[in-house]
């Protein structure tokens, strides 16, 4: 089972950027896909993007162009990286590792614990 660890958010005024980090240790990581996932209170969890052991990214269509995902399987780590952000960005922010799935939330098998990030106007 892969132990996941979520760090880098914070507050940011709109159009702001922020990297979040998601650092995994207790398995094989190359192995695992690998997501980042938001919740704003009163919603669903939401997948934004994630990649594929195999390094093939996926992306949720409203975020490609703000939004990129990075891998280094050297350093076990997934990093999202989020541009010219939006107040309606403001959410806690999970990375889920799973062997099969990746951008369902439902079925995805190892969470971190979130950080929050804020984006003001």
């Known amino acids: 089972q892969v132990l996941l660890r979520e760090s880098g958010g914070g507050s940011v005024q709109t159009g702001g950027s922020l990297r979040l980090s998601c650092a995994a240790s207790g398995t094989t990581f190359r192995n695992y896909n690998i997501g980042w996932f938001r919740e704003a209170p009163g919603k669903q969890r939401e997948f934004v993007a994630g990649?594929?052991?195999?390094?093939?990214?996926v992306f949720n269509d409203v975020l490609r162009g703000r939004f990129n995902i990075y891998r280094d399987n050297s350093k076990n780590m997934v990093i999202l990286q989020m541009n010219n952000l939006l107040t309606e960005d403001t959410a806690v922010y999970f990375c889920?590792?799973?062997?099969?799935?990746?951008?369902?939330?439902?079925?995805?098998?190892?969470w971190g614990q979130g950080t929050q990030v804020t984006v003001s106007s």
């Open positions: 990649v594929w052991s195999a390094g093939t990214k």
């Open positions: 889920g590792g799973d062997d099969r799935f990746l951008d369902d939330p439902a079925f995805m098998g190892a």
